[in-house]
T-cell receptor, first 115, second 112 residues
């Protein structure tokens, strides 16, 4: 069964550094998302992306964050200058083009640790 | 704003049925989902239900939706030790396609 893949599974970085989290969505999906889960808290929506542009973003998704689809397969989340509070599990998800409310399929996540 | 609430823990014996409950506040919820997260793994879609349905069955899983009370439940029949995981309820609003609001997750522990 097709799946969403994320790399790396664990990323450790120093405060102030830039990180890029990578995702390969399911190949025929056209809607892409990033969510995050801070340890002990709920999974939170960050951003949705469709047709090469952001369709919605949350208050968390400030100027430090950006997303890109650099080619036909990858979908990336960049954090320009990481802060301690960015430490979390980051999940990528995708859904197909039948309906924007089609079920989201999630990757296994990237655990980001900012020291 | 929208909110989704779940109890944090549930413990059952192998072979029993498990019922995981969820309440939500958004009256315009159109889709409600159950995801499973095993240790160290991602969010696996288990099942989902449209808001115009009140029940959906899929093998050992039964989802019940009480739209009036904004209550969703997931029943797992003949629970196995492999069902031990965290189960997340989530809802989405048709007007905000793809933006899921998650509950905090229920940790299901299955004892042999």
């Amino acid at each position: 069964e097709p799946e969403v893949t994320q790399t790396p599974s664990h990323q450790v970085t120093q405060m102030g550094q830039e990180v890029i989290l990578r995702c390969v969505p399911i190949s025929n999906h056209l809607y892409f998302y990033w969510y995050r889960q801070i340890l002990g808290q709920k999974v939170e929506f960050l951003v949705s992306f469709y047709n090469n542009e952001i369709s919605e973003k949350s208050e968390i998704f400030d100027d430090q964050f950006s997303v890109e689809r650099p080619d036909g397969s990858n979908f990336t989340l960049k954090i320009r200058s990481t802060k301690l509070e960015d430490s979390a599990m980051y999940f990528c998800a995708s859904s197909d083009n039948s309906d924007a409310n089609s079920p989201l399929h999630f990757g296994n996540g990237t655990r980001l640790t900012v020291t | 704003g929208e909110d989704v609430e779940q109890s944090l823990f549930l413990s059952v014996r192998e072979g029993d049925s498990s019922v995981i409950n969820c309440t939500y506040t958004d009256s315009s919820s159109t889709y409600l989902y159950w995801y499973k997260q095993e240790p160290g793994a991602g969010l696996q879609l288990l099942t989902y239900i449209f808001s115009n349905m009140d029940m959906k069955q899929d093998q050992r899983l039964t989802v019940l939706l009480n739209k009036k009370d904004k209550h969703l439940s997931l029943r797992i029949a003949d629970t196995q030790t492999g069902d031990s995981a965290i189960y997340f309820c989530a809802e989405s609003d048709y007007n905000q396609g793809g933006k899921l609001i998650f509950g905090q997750g229920t940790e299901l522990s299955v004892k042999p």
